[in-house]
């Protein structure tokens, strides 16, 4: 074993996010840390075409440029009936400007135009943490399987949350509170895997 954490740096500018991570690291003796805490750092670029790709390469990127333990993750929403798109591409998809709202709607829009009834979907995350010589300590992924709903429903969470039924479940994201969508969500899958790790790193 490594020398123990004391702070994790969690890299995202992603508000919805971050609350999702302080949330699930409440019980563990770190300093968290988010992007914002570090002005200077410059973006790095998501240019791999896989979810671990990316989440590796803002791990060491972030982890190297902030000088700290770097906890980054990539996630996204598979859709079948589109062959998994938008995928590593659903912070991107129809172009960065557009809302979530109209990233909905064209997404409707594709799958209608499809003319499948197949309405599978999944939240996919994949978390990486690296120390701050840009060395990957550790990666965990997770999935949360549903379906897509004919119409967003819902004010709470984030992205695509309004269009999404987790299995098990007739509300969307955006409907059910946010407690279950902590409990059950990708990244709290990706990270159920990460929090035996930091037990095992962290003072207790
Ligand atoms: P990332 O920040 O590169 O990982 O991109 C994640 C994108 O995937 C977000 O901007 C959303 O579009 C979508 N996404 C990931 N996780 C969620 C979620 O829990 N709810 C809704 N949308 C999500």
């Known amino acids: 074993m490594g020398h123990l954490l004391t702070d994790l740096t969690i890299a995202t500018f992603n508000a919805g996010k971050l609350i999702e991570y302080r949330t699930m690291l409440a019980g563990i003796r770190l300093n ?16 791999a075409d896989t979810f671990a790709g990316n989440a590796i390469l803002k791990a060491v990127g972030y982890a190297r440029a902030t000088g700290s333990v770097t906890l980054a993750d990539d996630s996204g929403l598979e859709v079948a009936a589109l062959d998994g798109r938008p995928g590593v591409l659903s ?57 897509i709903a004919a119409e967003p429903r819902g004010k709470h969470g984030f992205g695509y949350d309004p269009l ?40 207790v």
Request: hydrophobic share 40%.
């Open 164 to 203: 999404f039924v987790p299995d098990g479940f007739e509300m969307t994201f955006g409907e059910l509170p946010d407690e279950i969508k902590h409990q059950i969500s990708h990244r709290a899958a990706a990270f159920a895997q990460i929090i035996p790790y930091l037990r095992d790193n962290t003072a």
């Open 91 to 147: 912070a991107r998809y129809g172009g960065e400007n557009t809302s979530f709202a109209e990233k909905m709607s064209l997404l409707l829009n594709e799958i209608a135009k499809t003319g499948s009834s197949d309405r599978r979907a999944r939240f996919v995350c994949v978390a990486a943490i690296a120390d701050e010589s840009g060395k990957i300590l550790h990666t965990a992924r997770g999935e949360c399987t549903g379906m």
């Open 32 to 47: 968290v840390r988010a992007l914002s805490d570090f002005p200077d750092v410059a973006d790095v670029e998501e240019t």
